[in-house]
């Protein structure tokens, strides 16, 4: 990565990806979370953790609630880190070549460009987030492995 840039090719398609920042995690949960309302996903508020710790004199209803609400607490938290590592992505973008939005042949890069280009691309965004941490893993490895001068 020179500059903190990085180069990706998949499908005929050249990312280059920024280092990821601090602010993109931030922004980024926040934009999952809006996504995830504007479509009609119920987002769970206010669980304490309590409220999922088994009691000892609980009923079965109450704890087939807990159990529910456990798995919900679970399901919801994956499909909230799927999406935040999807914006982190997008936001990480700053080029790309090889791309066609709307019929036009490498438009702008901007976020609503990308966000229509993956979004009928679900296979394309697994794959580059799968290539952006590979690359970052070999780096950090290479680094670790690198003198200290």
Do not use: H
């Amino acid at each position: 990565m020179s500059d903190g840039i990085m180069s990706i090719s998949l499908d005929g398609i050249t990312f280059k990806i920024r280092q990821e920042d601090y602010v993109d995690v931030t922004l980024s949960l926040n934009k999952a979370r809006q996504s995830l309302k504007k479509k009609g996903f119920p987002l769970l508020e206010g669980v304490d953790k309590e409220d999922l710790v088994e009691k000892k004199d609980e009923t079965d209803e109450q704890k087939e609630a807990r159990e529910k609400l456990s798995f919900q607490v679970a399901e919801q938290s994956g499909l909230i880190s799927m999406t935040t590592a999807f914006y982190i992505m997008i936001a990480r973008i700053i080029e790309w070549s090889g791309v066609k939005v709307r019929g036009q042949i490498d438009p702008p890069c901007t976020e609503e460009n990308k966000l229509v280009f993956f979004g009928k691309r679900y296979g394309l965004a697994d794959k580059l987030m799968s290539a952006i941490q590979d690359r970052e893993a070999e780096e950090e490895k290479n680094f670790e492995a690198s003198p200290v001068g």
